[in-house]
């Protein structure tokens, strides 16, 4: 019985535990890509160096703005050539008649401040243009934010379906116990009393049962981490193995211990009132 | 000790068991509860220690007002209140010793307390030599006596018995009524439903007759007055 116990919450948590780990990564990317997320301002052509000048600080006016930096035409170009590869060797031509404008990079604290303070910055005088991947931007968000959310509703039913499956296999125990509980009851025991054994008991069982996840979790993230093949993407950013699984651990011995004895407390409630 | 008011109860499937008790037991008394299967007598009973709560009414016991207590308050209702069933209830892996000091140590009893007292139970109900035997190793009347031996053990003030002597027959029986007796000498309350004739109409004690959840006879050295 005890076996089948331990066996529901080592199910449960290799599910929940690399759960954690894809949500947590996932998180992580989330976060790191949406650093990554900037305003182009584009200069008018026409702009001479103080208006330029004058775009810069009322760019920096705006409160949700964290860093404003200047890109003259020549870096634009430069950038774009080297972004380009082999086939920018074409675009140097235009080294002699720069068609591109001159640039600030602005980034701001939140980045979801983006789309609110893009147009801002657009009406400002001699601004061109305000490129920002909008589409991409807006997806970008409402994806994370699916992703968070979904993530949180499968942990959560799944910690209370493990619950459910202990509390079942526990009160299978506790009826072969029935008669002791009643006895107990009977002579005067207090339910603090006749719930301690119980208490430890599903504390025990979270433990153990926590034990072949941790070892799963551990070695699994250690060769995903130094898989290769993943290192190519250069955007996928694995959180760091240490101290990130060990974190992990524990919340996934938390988890177990928490199950084990909520399961093993909720499965003698029923015999508790006689 | 013992104060029922106007205490009536109908279980929640629509069965009504008590219809109107009044009853009032001293301290010290010996009564016993006779009355048709089904007429309400052990719903009486468990009214006393709280197995069961009254529809509606009243009960004191020991001094204390029960019909309100709080569930947390139960147990150290059920202290002072020893209580023995026809079919014993021991847990059948523990010793004779086991089974006895077991109702001590739920009240967190020190060891050696434990067992001063359980020892003298024991010798009290005579299984002094029995105390390593485990329940399976005993007749009945003897597992009744170790069952007696854990409702006294913690000295309570009133001891209900529900047909203690119903699996025994009956030169045994008169064992165990012989202890009850002993332990009613003592001052304890002893409140016993029975459906034994010979034992009412023999030991002669207070009788309560309750058919259909009514009192219908409360006399004093009473007959058993059904036919058995």
């Given amino acids: 019985m005890t076996v089948a116990s331990v066996g529901a919450v080592t199910t449960t948590l290799v599910l929940v535990g690399a759960f954690l780990a894809l949500m947590m990564n996932l998180n992580h990317i ?3 890509l949406e650093k990554d997320v900037e305003i182009k301002v584009l200069v008018e052509l026409t702009a001479d160096e103080q208006q330029i000048e004058a775009i810069g600080d009322e760019i920096r006016k705006i409160p949700e ?23 920018g060797d074409i675009w140097q031509l235009y080294e002699q008649d720069n068609p591109l404008n001159h640039a600030y990079v602005v980034k701001t604290e939140d980045p979801t401040d983006t789309m609110k303070i893009a147009p801002q910055i657009g009406r400002i005088d001699n601004v061109n243009d305000v490129v920002y991947g909008q589409e991409a931007v807006q997806n970008l968000f409402r994806f ?26 526990i009160k299978i125990t506790i009826l072969a116990r029935k008669k002791e509980i009643g006895i107990m009851k009977l002579v005067g025991a207090t339910n603090g009393f006749i719930r301690w054994p119980f208490f430890v008991e599903g504390l025990l069982l979270g433990v153990f049962g926590s034990i072949l996840p941790i070892a799963v979790i551990v070695s699994g993230y250690y060769f995903l981490e130094q898989n ?30 928490g199950i084990g004895v909520w399961g093993s407390l909720m499965s003698i409630r029923k015999f508790l009132k006689v | 000790m013992i104060e029922m008011q106007g205490v009536y109860k109908t279980y929640s499937n629509g069965v ?4 109107g ?32 709560q009254p529809t509606k009414g009243s009960i004191i016991i020991n001094n204390k007002d029960i019909t309100n207590m709080k569930w947390k308050q139960v147990p ?75 409702a006294i053990v913690n000295h309570p003030k009133l001891l209900i018995a529900d047909e203690p002597t119903g699996n025994l027959d009956p030169d045994t029986s008169w064992d165990i009524m ?4 002993e332990i009613n000498d003592g001052g304890t309350t002893i409140i016993m439903a029975t459906h034994s004739k010979d034992i009412v109409n023999t030991i002669k004690k207070r009788v309560i007759a309750i058919e259909s959840g009514l009192i219908v006879r409360d006399e004093h050295r009473g007959e058993y007055g059904y036919e058995a």
């Fill in chain 1, 30 to 32: 989330a976060t790191n």
């Fill in chain 1, 65 to 87: 703005v964290a860093s404003v930096n200047f890109s003259s035409k020549e870096e634009e170009l430069d950038s774009l050539i080297s972004s380009m590869g082999d086939e």
């Fill in chain 1, 144 to 169: 994370n934010d699916y992703a968070r959310n979904i993530g949180l509703v499968l942990i959560i039913g799944l910690v209370f379906t493990a619950i459910f499956l202990i509390s079942n296999t």
């Fill in chain 1, 228 to 257: 290769v093949a993943l290192k190519q993407f250069s955007f996928v950013e694995l959180l760091p193995f240490n101290p990130f699984v060990w974190q992990l651990s524990l919340i996934i011995l938390a988890i177990g211990a």
């Fill in chain 2, 16 to 19: 009504t068991a008590l219809n």
């Fill in chain 2, 21 to 52: 008790i009044d009853v009032m037991i001293e301290q010290g008394d010996f009564a016993y509860i006779v009355g048709p299967s089904g007429a309400g007598k052990s719903t009486f009973i468990k009214l006393m220690f709280r197995e069961e």
């Fill in chain 2, 76 to 150: 150290y209702l059920r202290r002072d209140i020893g209580v023995v069933y026809q079919d014993f209830k021991l847990l059948p892996k523990l010793s004779v010793y086991e089974n006895i000091a077991f109702a001590l140590e739920v009240i967190e009893e020190s060891p050696k307390n434990i067992r001063r007292r359980v020892m003298q139970v024991l010798d009290l109900v005579g299984l002094k030599n029995k105390a390593r035997f485990i329940p399976d190793e005993l007749s009945g009347g003897e597992q009744q006596r170790v069952a007696i031996a854990r």
């Fill in chain 2, 178 to 181: 012989q202890i009850l007796e």
